[in-house]
């Protein structure tokens, strides 16, 4: 048993009236003691439901990051004119609606902004489809590479993936103690805001309630972070809406300001494409890469334009618009996805003839 352990949790698990915050400071402590599992798996179940009921404030998310950058590798920076989009997604997946991160990647890659994007396999308690899932649907298969493969493919393709059970294995421990629990721990938060890259980048982060988006300003105000945009997304992910105001946070040196995306206004209003099943899928988003047009192809389109504008490719966003329709159409997409697949497979044959 971890005597220091024991002495944060007792401040988080006191309960609703006499439990107290944890500094910074506290915070890296308990999170590098999860990580290591120094603490027993009495203290980190009752921790992780604690600090749940209690929520966590910005202030220890900051100090989690800051356990989460010490204890992980991180992809080292490559030479770009852009800086990196890294875009945060909910490790448990989608349920619902029609996941399009690996697909908006392909269309920014292709105009020259390079994409990291992570995550694991599927996870409770949603049990979601993740992905690792999607780029295997695409026929990307980022598993067995190491994070130095994978840098040597951002460098190459201007497209990373970091894989949570390889690449930041301590955190993959920590996994089984969300189905122990029931619930998602403050710890799944982490997830929508941790950066894996270490140069300069613009960090993208999905959110479902408002008072989270608080927690990431919060956060990113005390580690310095201050190129991001908060998304409430689809399913807490970075994907906009069609069907509702797409509700947006900019964040830029010391201003942040607030964004409203109406779908309408710019003719992509519909409802949203709901989840089918994988096969069906990944039928859909190889049409859609193609520049066949579809509901999907449409809401690529959408999601890529903002983001495109975003990332400083272009002036605004209608121009965005039409840069990514363009991708599409040109069959820039497809070609950015098989330049991918041949680059993960030069890699590999590389480390096979070694």
């Not at 005597?3 to 506290?26: A, C, N, Y």
């Amino acid at each position: 048993m971890s005597v220091e352990f024991r002495e944060l949790l007792r401040k988080v698990g006191s309960g609703p009236h006499t439990s107290e915050d944890l500094t910074r400071e506290e915070a890296e402590t308990a999170t590098r003691l999860m990580l290591l599992q120094e603490a027993t798996p009495a203290q980190i179940g009752a921790f992780m439901i604690s600090h749940r009921i209690k929520r966590p404030t910005g202030e220890e998310l900051a100090g989690m990051l800051d356990a989460y950058d010490a204890l992980s590798q991180k992809l080292p920076a490559i030479a770009s004119n852009i800086p990196v989009t890294v875009m945060c997604n909910p490790y448990d997946g989608r349920s619902r609606t029609a996941p399009l991160s690996p697909l908006i990647a392909l269309v920014l890659s292709a105009a020259g902004v390079p994409v990291v994007l992570h995550g694991g396999d599927r996870m409770p308690t949603k049990e979601g489809v993740p992905l690792i899932e999607l780029w295997n649907g695409l026929g990307v298969n980022w598993k067995p590479l190491s994070i130095s493969q994978v840098h040597q493919i951002l460098e190459s393709t201007g497209l990373g993936f970091v894989y949570l059970p390889n690449h930041f294995p301590l955190a993959q421990g920590l996994v089984p103690y969300r189905d122990q629990i029931g619930k998602r721990p403050p710890l799944s938060t982490l997830e929508l805001m941790w950066n894996p890259y270490a140069g300069e980048s613009h960090l993208v982060c999905g959110y479902v309630h408002p008072p989270t988006e608080g927690m990431f300003r919060d956060a990113f105000a005390l580690r310095g972070t201050k190129n991001f945009t908060s998304v409430k997304g689809l399913e807490g992910s970075c994907d906009l809406p069609r069907d509702r105001t797409a509700i947006i946070g900019i964040g830029q040196g010391e201003k942040f300001d607030r964004l409203t995306l109406v779908p309408r206004d710019y003719g992509f209003a519909a409802k949203e494409l709901p989840l089918v099943p994988s096969d069906q899928f990944d039928v859909e988003m190889r049409s859609a890469l193609k520049g066949e047009p579809s509901e999907l192809f449409q809401a690529i389109i959408w999601n890529s334009g903002f983001y495109l504008w975003r990332a400083g490719a272009c002036t605004s966003i209608e121009a965005g618009f039409s840069q990514a329709k363009a991708i599409l159409e040109l069959g820039q997409a497809e070609r950015k996805l098989q330049a991918l697949i041949h680059a993960i497979e030069n890699v590999r044959s590389v480390v096979k003839i070694g």
